[in-house]
């Protein structure tokens, strides 16, 4: 299995001054002395030639040398990246929830090497915070140690055959701005996720979805970089253990990795999702396009959702329950007219929002802190609330539902040094 394989791996070409090393299971970075200087290629390996020299690589001992990491950074180690500078930071501004909060050291990495050397750094048994767009955090307090925030850029089409299209990202982008680019480019899929906040690495953590869509329905695969020993591995979708905002990385591999690029297999014929929700009615007439449908998802998410620059929020606090078949019907027995929606394994899903508004909390207002009017499932922060005080709130709802419904709600914010 690719997956087991480590990451990175180096070799050198036997009678010559070209070296290499090998980041993934489709990647591999050479670098060649010409003179004095250092030339230095990227190779995606995703066509026959470029996967037979990896092969080869990987293989052929009488062409290339297996070299160890020490001696291969002897050779090139000066074109390495070094760590940058970490420095003292803010938090509030790099997370939507606005709460205060600094990190003693904060670094940007825009790539696997910067990545590597960030982690290089730090000083054994330091804190590791990995920040994409803060937009789905509650940050208790200071962080006392390094928080990685990981800017890795690009979007790269690696194939195509007129129909599908195989597109890699770096975990730095923007994830909005990333899905307009599919619909502006005609690639179906992903037009139901338009104007989620956060970074394109940070999707792959909960499974990001709405309006029926989820990227485990056109996610390829995710290479990350292992927080023990910078090694690289890709995870296929199946690898990656994707539930309802749910993945291997908050599970069993739980803080041992940062993602970096995140691969999508996009339609140009992918069928339209309009049942969910309000869709349908945000649409103009028929026929439509993906271009449409991101626009209506826009348009209610802007009438419904408050904007975290305007007012401070990490979407929704609480995931929505989910129960067997046997606990919804004796549910739905006390309340029939509970939004409920049937899943594929029999279990039966609610809505949170529904519960906490009928609970009485919708609106809920505590001056710096409250429960959005038009969205009882977002906790927000009207201004100078602290995170104890949003975390109160959310325990206050919590019990509440609980005594009213039998039914106990998880958070979907990740808390940050709870
Ligand atoms: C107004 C609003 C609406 C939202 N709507 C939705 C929605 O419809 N559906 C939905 O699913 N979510 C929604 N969210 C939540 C959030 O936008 C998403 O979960 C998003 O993917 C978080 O991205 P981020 O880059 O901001 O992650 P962050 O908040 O920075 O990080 C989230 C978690 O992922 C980890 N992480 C981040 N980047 C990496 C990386 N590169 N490698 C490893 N770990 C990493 C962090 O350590 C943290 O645990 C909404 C949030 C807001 C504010």
Not at 45 to 54: F, G, I, K, S, W
Not at 215 to 241: Q, T
Request: with cysteine; proline share 6%.
């Amino acid at each position: 299995m690719e997956g087991a394989i480590q990451y990175p791996q180096f070799r050198k070409l036997r009678g010559g001054d070209v070296w290499y090393r090998i980041e993934g299971p489709a990647r591999w970075t050479e670098f060649q002395r010409i003179g004095t200087r250092w030339v230095r290629h990227d190779v995606v390996a995703v066509q026959h030639p470029e996967r037979m020299t990896l092969h080869d690589l990987r293989h052929d001992g009488e062409r290339y040398a297996e070299v160890d990491r020490t001696e291969w950074a002897e050779a090139v180690g000066e074109e390495l990246p070094g760590a940058a500078k970490p420095v003292e930071a803010d938090l509030a501004g790099r997370t939507t929830f606005g709460v205060p909060a600094r990190a003693t050291h904060l670094i940007e990495a825009d790539s696997d090497d910067a990545v590597r050397a960030a982690l290089a750094w730090r000083p054994a048994g330091m804190p590791l915070l990995v920040l994409g767009g803060g937009s789905n955090m509650l940050v208790h307090a200071d962080w006392p140690g390094l928080v990685l925030a990981v800017t890795v850029p690009g979007v790269a089409v690696v194939a195509d055959d007129g129909r599908y299209v195989e597109v890699v990202v770096g975990a730095g982008e923007p994830w909005h701005d990333f899905v307009m680019h599919t619909v502006e480019a005609g690639w179906g899929g992903l037009e139901n996720l338009a104007l989620i906040p956060g970074r394109v690495g940070a999707a792959p953590m909960q499974n990001i979805g709405a309006y029926g869509v989820e990227i485990k329905d056109r996610c390829l695969w995710v290479e990350a970089v292992a927080i023990a020993d910078g090694g690289l591995r890709r995870f296929s979708a199946a690898e990656c253990g994707f539930g309802y905002r749910e993945s291997v990385f908050k599970g069993a591999e739980r803080d041992r990795w940062v993602i970096t690029r995140v691969a999508f297999r996009l339609d140009r014929q992918a069928p339209l999702r309009t049942d969910y929700g309000a869709i349908q009615s945000e649409l103009p007439e028929g026929p439509w396009t993906a271009r449409d449908v991101a626009e209506a998802v826009i348009r209610i998410r802007q009438s419904k959702l408050p904007d975290p620059a305007i007012l401070g929020n990490a979407g929704s606090f609480f995931k929505n329950p989910v129960l067997s078949a046997e606990a919804y019907a004796r549910f739905a027995q006390e309340h029939p007219d509970a939004p409920h929606y049937p899943q594929p394994d029999g279990t039966v899903k609610l809505a949170a929002g529904w519960l906490i508004d009928r609970a009485g909390w919708k609106g809920h207002d505590r001056g710096t802190h409250g429960v959005h009017a038009q969205q009882a499932l977002v906790l927000v922060n009207k201004g100078g609330a602290t995170a104890g005080q949003i975390w109160q709130l959310a325990q206050d709802i919590r019990r509440d539902v609980l005594s009213q419904y039998q039914i106990s709600l998880e958070p979907e914010v990740n808390q940050i040094g709870l």
